[in-house]
């Protein structure tokens, strides 16, 4: 869409699906400002706007409140491209969810009309949340008593803050992907280091220890390192080499 190119607020409004009070509002709380106002008052939106709004749709889509993706969107480092990679991952997560559950229902469906026996096991296939005591237990018992700690900080978010803080460590794995051509020590790849030590707090302190321990069960656990290697092959073991970097660091080695 060319630049010169500019629409009303209604035009804005019918185009993205929502109402032109809420592109009001959104201009009110700084989210949206319009990128001219012409002589007659009217608000006057271009591509730049599109692209934002896109990115508001998309973070609302995660339960994100308006603050925080104000607060995501106005940062001096903000990707575009990056931010739009991660909610790509974000929705193709929900989607392989989603299917799981489908195919619980059709599995249950031919088990009440006679066609199938359902094991006991299939019938809460699309839900994790069972296997999350047995599975925090483990990693106690591998890693030490208080590798789950983070577990009861998580609990104690909301379901907006939550998605606020997923959202950002998917930014920091596609943003580390995008370094993976450089060497760990490399300032860019540090710098993006420091960043998920500063997201670790939202879970516990992240002690240096603690953040080799991290770093390590990345390479040496599946389930860990999966997380990783769905962004880009090899990631989990570039994250455990550059944090392996950034903690000598600190340590002044």
């Keep these: 869409m060319p630049d010169s190119i500019k629409l009303t607020v209604k035009q804005l409004a019918s185009l993205a699906g ?5 592109l009001h509002y959104y201009d009110e709380i700084g ?4 990128e001219d106002v012409a002589a007659n008052g009217y608000r006057q939106y271009g591509e730049a706007s599109l692209l934002r709004l896109q990115q508001i749709r998309l973070y609302r889509e995660m339960d994100i409140p308006l603050k925080d ?4 969107v106005a940062q001096s480092d903000f ?15 929900r989607i392989k969810r989603l299917e799981q559950l ?6 249950t469906i031919e088990h009440l009309e006679g066609k199938r026996k359902m094991k006991q096991s299939e019938y809460f296939e699309g839900w994790t949340e069972e296997k999350q005591p047995k599975f925090e237990q483990e990693i106690r018992e591998k890693y030490g008593e208080h590798a789950m700690d983070g577990v009861v900080e998580w609990n104690s978010y909301t379901k907006e803050k939550k998605a606020a ?3 950002e460590g998917q930014a920091n794995m596609l943003a580390m992907s995008n370094l993976m051509d450089r060497l760990p020590q490399d300032a860019e790849v540090q710098a993006e280091v420091a960043r998920w ?3 670790l707090k939202y879970f516990y302190d992240p002690t240096i220890e603690r953040m080799r321990g991290l770093g390590q069960m990345y390479v ?5 390192g999966s997380v990783y290697e769905k962004v880009k092959p090899g990631l989990s073991h570039f994250m455990k080499k550059a944090i392996d970097a950034y903690c000598d660091r600190l340590e002044g080695k």
């Design 18 to 22: 929502v109402s032109v009070r809420t």
């Design 31 to 34: 989210l949206l400002k319009p």
């Design 69 to 72: 993706i104000r607060d995501l």
């Design 79 to 93: 990707d575009a491209v990056q931010a739009l990679q991660a909610h790509r991952t974000s929705l193709q997560e």
């Design 102 to 107: 489908i195919k619980t229902i059709d599995k």
């Design 165 to 167: 803080i997923m959202a």
């Design 197 to 199: 030590h500063q997201h």
């Design 220 to 224: 040496d656990d599946p389930r860990f």
